[in-house]
């Protein structure tokens, strides 16, 4: 693969620490595999061969196009329906197999999820309903779904963003190095993961790491509204701007909400709720734990009144 224009020759003169940041900045982008020097969209590549049909003398009816790549075979067939205009971008991927993902308009989808969601009467359910639900285009993209961990009975529940590649791998939020953090400042104020409840806003990796989408956010609020609902807990702790943003309905940015309470409806009773940094924000920026220690400092009062 190549770094911003190097080649591999230019890669193998480099100092070995410059390699391993290399290394590590790839995969804290999603980037799990390296085959070529340069990226290769086999989606937009299987698309044109759908569009350009089959090959001259060959017969009508086949099975599976001959010049198709490998990783379009292990892919579900492109609904007969065409698509709905206007259809989500995918993050590298062609705007034609974006349509092929959406299974349904993203108004319809976010309808479906409301009313599946309110169906749900304890977090087994959901956590089922969630898996069985095909209306978010991210479900198709992901590994497995990444519904919870921790104690969902717990005073304190943290929400953050997405999963991230190793989530993605283990089905468990907050495992890889922001999870690690996590832990951290959690045990920082008395905490493990049998003593609070942890989840992201979207259930599912979006490809490459990217941001989600407003629709895919739009999809998937309702099953984390029902699943803040079904938990309890006493206190909600927003993990970076894009939480924040999507539950308490702020516009001002993470630096000027962090460390206040807000008052957030569960459905059933009002919560106290904090935002504070992402401890992916926090890998980037060390300077940014004194604050967070200020918001955990918060977090620990709230805790400790009845």
Not at 2 to 7: F, M
Not at 217 to 240: N, S
Request: glycine share 10%; with cysteine.
């Amino acid at each position: 693969m190549s770094y911003h224009g190097a080649s591999m020759a230019q890669l193998m003169t480099f100092d070995p620490s410059v390699l391993g940041d290399i290394l590590a900045f790839h995969v804290e982008a999603g980037v799990d595999v390296a085959l070529e020097d340069a990226p290769v969209n086999r989606f937009a590549a299987a698309e044109a061969a759908r569009a350009r049909g089959p090959a001259r003398g060959a017969p009508q009816q086949s099975a599976t196009p001959v010049s198709a790549p490998a990783s379009a075979l292990s892919r579900p067939a492109a609904p007969h329906a065409p698509a709905p205009s206007g259809g989500m971008g995918m993050g590298g991927m062609g705007a034609g197999a974006a349509n092929t993902f959406a299974a349904q308009p993203p108004d319809q989808a976010v309808m479906a999820a409301r009313e599946m969601a309110r169906g749900a009467a304890t977090l087994e359910e959901l956590r089922a309903i969630v898996d069985a639900f095909d209306g978010c285009p991210l479900k198709r993209t992901a590994t497995r779904l990444v519904f919870a961990d921790g104690n969902p009975a717990a005073r304190v529940m943290f929400v953050g963003e997405a999963p991230g590649r190793d989530e993605d791998a283990q089905g468990i939020p907050f495992v890889g190095r922001s999870g690690r953090l996590l832990d951290l400042m959690m045990a920082a104020i008395g905490l493990d993961r049998t003593q609070a409840y942890i989840a992201n806003v979207i259930p599912w990796r979006p490809p490459g790491n990217r941001t989600p989408t407003p629709q895919e956010t739009a999809i998937c609020l309702p099953f984390i509204r029902r699943q803040i609902e079904l938990a309890d807990p006493d206190i909600l702790v927003c993990l970076g701007n894009p939480s924040a943003q999507t539950l308490l309905g702020v516009t001002e940015g993470i630096t000027k909400t962090r460390g206040r309470f807000f008052p957030y409806d569960t459905g059933t009773r009002t919560i106290k709720a904090i935002p504070t940094f992402h401890p992916a924000y926090l890998l980037r920026t060390p300077l940014g734990k004194r604050l967070v220690w200020r918001d955990l400092l918060e977090i620990e009062a709230a805790l400790a009144t009845p």
